[in-house]
T-cell receptor, first 112, second 117 residues
Framework: GESVGLHLPTLSVQEGDNSIINCAYSNSASDYFIWYKQESGKGPQFIID?????DKRQGQRVTVLLNKTVKHLSLQIAATQPGDSAVYFCAETGAPGNQFYFGTGTSLTVIP | DTGVSQDPRHKITKRGQNVTFRCDPI?????LYWYRQTLGQGPEFLTYFQNEAQLEKSRLLSDRFSAERPKGSFSTLEIQRTEQGDSAMYLCASSLAPGPMGNTEAFFGQGTRLTVV
């Protein structure tokens, strides 16, 4: 399958700081990207998505940036809180609603 | 609770036994996905359905695995002659098929953790 990878397996940030989680993908035909948050023992939780015809999308405290030129995706979390501690996955697919591929994940730890 | 539900949450079985998991998607969702996740890894695609039709099955999926969605609502995933390597979290997700806007997020259940001893 397609290769979706994350630059850093772990990330520690101070509470209140901004967090940036990066993701690289290899399939230039990927059309739809999703960020998921997964807490221990739970299923992945949808955070935000973006289509390939966009380069930025904002949600509540989160922003996703897409750079198709270098096939790079990032998730920015503003004013990181202890409840943000989790593993974050990026996932991509050739078309929304089709099966999507996940990367390994980045473990975010927020230090109070 | 109107989210995706999976049953059981945990299953311990002896090697060689058959196991079956159930997934109830969000009611209006016509797409249903099965994923497998091992510790420290991202979810790995197994198969997905649109209504009752199985649209795609991973080439990595052993013949011991079979999934059904007979009425286009709930789905079952069966593993025959389980092996220790089958130990993992089995995740189900559901979504709407793409509409005019194309965007459709998939919502995951809490998963079924399988341990084969």
């Amino acid at each position: 399958g397609e290769s979706v990878g994350l630059h850093l397996p772990t990330l520690s940030v101070q509470e209140g700081d901004n967090s940036i989680i990066n993701c690289a993908y290899s399939n230039s035909a990927s059309d739809y990207f999703i960020w998921y948050k997964q807490e221990s023992g739970k299923g992945p939780q949808f955070i935000i998505d973006i289509r390939s015809n966009m380069d930025k999308r904002q949600g509540q405290r989160v922003t996703v940036l897409l750079n198709k030129t270098v096939k790079h995706l990032s998730l920015q979390i503003a004013a990181t809180q202890p409840g943000d501690s989790a593993v974050y996955f990026c996932a991509e697919t050739g078309a929304p609603g089709n099966q999507f591929y996940f990367g390994t994940g980045t473990s975010l730890t927020v230090i109070p | 609770d109107t989210g995706v539900s999976q049953d059981p949450r945990h299953k311990i079985t002896k090697r060689g036994q058959n196991v079956t998991f159930r997934c109830d998607p969000i009611s209006e969702h016509n797409r249903l996905y099965w994923y497998r996740q091992t510790l420290g890894q991202g979810p790995e695609f197994l198969t997905y359905f649109q209504n009752e039709a199985q649209l795609e099955k991973s080439r990595l999926l052993s013949d011991r695995f079979s999934a059904e969605r007979p009425k286009g609502s709930f789905s079952t995933l069966e593993i025959q002659r389980t092996e220790q390597g089958d130990s993992a979290m089995y995740l189900c997700a559901s979504s709407l098929a793409p509409g005019p806007m194309g965007n459709t997020e998939a919502f995951f259940g809490q998963g079924t953790r399988l341990t084969v001893v």
